[in-house]
């Protein structure tokens, strides 16, 4: 009777492990979800730039364009970035918590930035873009702050030296 309750116990506690397939699935649908709106994003930021070629466009204007262009294509950056990281969740959950995904490991074409091992794996990947990720953001701020002293330049020049720190630090550690 104990063995029996012990063998069941267990095939319950294993089989608890599939509810991670709602993480799976919500990521996966989030990642494709956001992959389309940087998509239509870019579509749409392409097609405005046909007004800046024109002659009869004033300087004021072309500036205008110019910088919208510049931080719709930092937006754009930072959302493939994000739909990267949660499909990398997504593909990574599944591997650790369900199946290893035989396309992927058999695969010649395939990059092998989508295997996860283990849960170090997952972080590592997943840290790499998130410091991507903000990398790209803090470049949209420095693009649109207005730089009032020369103080100010020097916290842009310390934020990139820190960034630039980052970097070499996730290099360093792998």
Known sequence: M??????LFEGMLWHSRLVVLAAVIASLLSSLAIFYVAT????????????????LLSEEAR?????????????????????????IFSLGLYELFISKIDQARNSETSSKVLVINNLDDLKARLSKVILMILVVKFFSFAVEIVYKSPMDLLYLGAGIALI???????????
Not at 68 to 82: K, P, Q
Not at 164 to 174: D, F, V
Request: charged fraction near 15%; proline fraction near 2%.
């Open 63 to 87: 500036n205008a364009i110019h910088s919208r262009t510049i931080a719709s294509v930092v937006e754009i950056i930072d959302g493939y970035l994000l739909a990267t990281v949660l499909l």
């Open 164 to 174: 630039g720190l980052a970097l070499y630090l996730t290099r360093l550690g792998h």
């Open 2 to 7: 104990r063995k029996r309750l012990e063998v």
């Open 40 to 55: 239509v994003d870019a579509w749409y930021m392409i097609a405005h730039l046909a007004d800046y070629a024109s002659p």
